[in-house]
């Protein structure tokens, strides 16, 4: 098991390098790292000339890159061309909102794509499937910043109008009335949250006197107490999280409603349901166990990748997140700061493809580690 | 979505060529027909818009500013400029779609080379192209193209296209290389090689038209993803500028500072990106089972499979 860890690190480790190396091109050499500085008017071009030399991007693409990637090990990344800070402090201070929105989102993605696939695949071709296939290829061909701007319109509709709430709660009473036909557990599960939000929007109804708030951008309201534990601060997650979470909805209860069929076809699921085991049994012990291993890779893999996503979204709410950061440092080529993000990311997907393949491994003994 | 043509073969006519049996299976799927007919209909609207409507693409108008949905502007009008919608969106097409065919393409020809290549060759090729893939597979593809993007002085046509297809071709080499790493030990392969056949011819003759129905599916899904990941360059604003090749992105980025009073400068561009995707997938989903000679089975979930990991956006 180490040796195996330790085969994929050394696979990972120079993957790592080849992308910063990669990278580094592109944004040191393509694009012009002093492109800030040649704006201002207080530099003269002899000045400019000087930090140039200073910086050594004059010297050859792997001087440059060797000097880069001593500071990149030791913990200096270079500071902000745009505010002199330092690139690790920069990003360390965006972090946290772009971590709470990807968590979050996370879990709801979890939350629904999980009994959505397994009651697809246990209720093939019932309505309730039907529904949700529609869904999936809807939320798989809306770019993630559309549906951002089709929430924001809705959320301004609903607010001027104020039937938001009753929008939920009809939603929530379809959910409801679609998994009714189904006596599992995780029809049960889904069914008690749909009813759960039907209470919700109801309480919210009575509460708001229909005035449902849901920000359309930001993280906190101005002069608002900066608390993640505040309404203010839920009301302005739930548009981001939504958007975040529809598309990997799609794709992910999909995947696993595909590799569901495919146990269910399977000789021991067979067995399972000859010796008389109940079906909930069968589904939720021999189905969903041996499902739920593809699929592990496959949310380690989107999971990193929700770091370019994170990018999009960020941008149409105005989070101020690692995503708005980056755009931001790219438009006024503050390249520092974009290398440092875009090696967070890079680093991000390394470290999940590397717990993907371990993960992998442990939960299905069928695979050797070689 | 798969009852109509969940059996396919199963009372097909004998004497058919292989192209007249998958043109009649795709017919009978009616979601792969309304998909296509979509299509269709889109590129013609975008190629012929000049016919259609009387407007142009920034003709203004102030009178008729901000308007909503209505006539004559049936899709309503910008805010100050009073330009009509339904001839932006049609004329936004010809890059959206133009980029999105392009990609699509160069994706497929360099994923279906660089596969094939590596599961027919094996040994160190195999190596070399499966270390790449994983490697491009690593890039953060937002990044690498927002990074470029802004690197470079102007964005053209060709260059989006070139690396939207560099950042894409990695599920179609891995796909091609699994099938032809299947087939290369098969006789009808084996049988060439004994009469002397070279790799090339192999790989031209024997190996791809076998993995053609598995490239093509693949190639409709692409086209998808390339109109998502442009559309969506372009909102960011690093895409094509919206001047010289205005796309249906451009027209977002444009709306996007109105979406408290303009609702359909934003849902009209919209609808026709998700309407061109779906079609598009729908497209793929018949031509599978239109191609597959087996029916159903082995790549059924090539959709998921492959591409659960490659929509990133």
Redesign the interface.
């Known amino acids: 098991m180490l040796a195996y860890a330790a085969r994929r690190l050394a696979?990972a480790v120079p993957?790592?390098f080849?992308?910063s190396l990669?990278?580094y091109a592109?944004?040191f050499r393509?694009?012009?790292p002093v492109a800030a500085l040649r704006g201002t008017a207080r530099l003269d071009p002899r000045e400019v000339q000087a930090i140039i030399h200073d910086a050594g991007y004059d010297r050859p693409l792997l001087v440059q890159y060797g000097r880069w990637l001593r500071g990149f090990v030791s913990g200096d990344w270079q500071r902000s061309i745009e505010n002199g800070q330092p690139v690790l402090s920069e990003i360390g201070g965006r972090l946290p909102a772009t971590l709470e929105l990807m968590g979050i989102a996370l879990l709801l993605m979890l939350a629904l794509s999980l009994p959505i696939g397994i009651v697809g695949a246990a209720r093939r071709?019932s309505a309730f499937d039907?529904l949700t296939?529609?869904f999936a290829?809807?939320g798989?061909?809306?770019?993630?910043?559309?549906l951002g701007?089709?929430l924001?319109?809705a959320a301004?509709?609903v607010k001027e109008t104020g039937w938001g709430v009753l929008l939920v709660a009809a939603g929530a009473g379809a959910l409801l009335a679609g998994m009714l036909g189904i006596r599992r557990r995780p029809g049960q599960l889904t069914a008690a949250v749909g009813a759960a939000l039907v209470v919700l929007g109801a309480l919210l109804w009575s509460w708001r006197q229909g005035d449902f708030l849901v920000y359309?951008a930001q993280r906190f309201s101005p002069f608002a107490s900066e608390s993640v534990w505040s309404v203010d601060h839920l009301q302005h997650l739930v548009l981001p999280v939504l958007t975040l979470a529809v598309?990997q909805v799609a794709?992910?209860s999909?995947?696993l409603?595909?590799s569901m069929l495919d146990a269910l076809g399977a000789d021991y699921v067979r067995t399972a349901r000859a010796k008389g085991l109940p079906p909930r049994s069968v589904i939720g012990r021999h189905a969903f166990r041996n499902a739920l291993v593809p699929l592990i890779t496959?949310v380690a893999?989107?999971a990193a990748?929700l770091?370019?996503?994170a990018?999009?979204t960020e941008?149409v709410f105005a989070w101020p997140g690692i995503g708005t950061r980056?755009?931001h440092a790219?438009?006024v080529?503050d390249i520092p700061v974009?290398m440092g993000?875009?090696m967070v990311?890079?680093i991000a997907?390394?470290t999940l493809?590397l717990l993907a393949d371990i993960a992998y491994s442990l939960a299905d003994p069928r695979i050797r580690l070689v | 979505m798969s009852a109509p043509a969940d059996r396919p073969g199963a009372a097909e006519p004998p004497g058919r060529t292989h192209l007249g049996i998958a043109w009649r299976r795709f017919r009978r799927h009616r979601l792969g027909m309304a998909g296509a007919v979509l299509l269709l209909a889109l590129a013609l609207g975008a190629l012929i818009q000049p016919a259609l409507s009387p407007y142009s693409f920034s003709s203004p108008d102030p009178a008729v500013g901000g308007q909503g949905p209505g006539w004559p502007h049936v899709f309503g009008t910008t805010d100050p400029l009073g330009q009509d919608v339904l001839t932006r969106v049609m004329y936004g097409g010809r890059t959206s779609l133009a980029v999105g065919l392009a990609a699509a393409l160069a994706a497929t020809l360099l994923g279906t080379t660089l596969g094939a290549l590596a599961g027919y060759l094996g040994g160190a090729v195999d190596s070399v192209i499966s270390r790449l893939t994983d490697l491009f597979l690593t890039a953060p593809p937002l990044a690498v193209l927002i990074a470029l993007g802004s690197a470079v002085d102007r964005v053209s046509l060709g260059l989006v296209i070139l690396v939207i297809a560099a950042l894409s071709w990695m599920p179609v080499a891995r796909l091609v290389r699994a099938e032809v790493l299947a087939l290369r030990e098969r006789e009808c392969v084996l049988a060439a090689r004994a009469m002397g056949a070279g790799p090339v011819r192999i790989i031209l003759r024997h190996l791809l038209p076998n993995v053609a129905s598995v490239v093509i599916v693949a190639a409709t899904l692409l086209v998808g993803l390339a109109i998502i990941v442009e559309s969506t360059l372009s909102f960011l604003g690093i895409g094509l500028d919206a001047i010289s090749n205005p796309s249906w992105g451009n027209l977002l980025e444009d709306a996007r500072s109105e979406v408290e009073d303009g609702w359909w400068l934003v849902v009209f561009p919209g609808a026709a990106i998700v309407l061109t995707v779906l079609s598009v997938s729908f497209v793929g989903e018949a031509l599978r089972q239109a191609l597959d000679p087996r029916g159903r089975g082995r790549d059924r979930r090539l959709s998921a499979r492959a591409f659960g990991r490659a929509r990133r956006w």
């Not at chain 1, 798989?140 to 559309?146: D, K």
Request: glycine share 8%; charged share 10%; proline share 2%.
């Open positions: 696979i993957t790592l080849a992308v990669v990278m592109i944004l393509v694009g012009d071709g039907q296939t529609g290829y809807l798989y061909a809306i770019p993630a910043f559309l701007l089709l924001q319109i301004v509709r359309t598309v794709t992910w999909r995947f409603r595909a496959v893999i989107d990748a770091f370019s996503g990018v999009v941008q980056f755009l790219v438009e080529k974009a993000i875009v990311g890079a997907v390394v493809n």
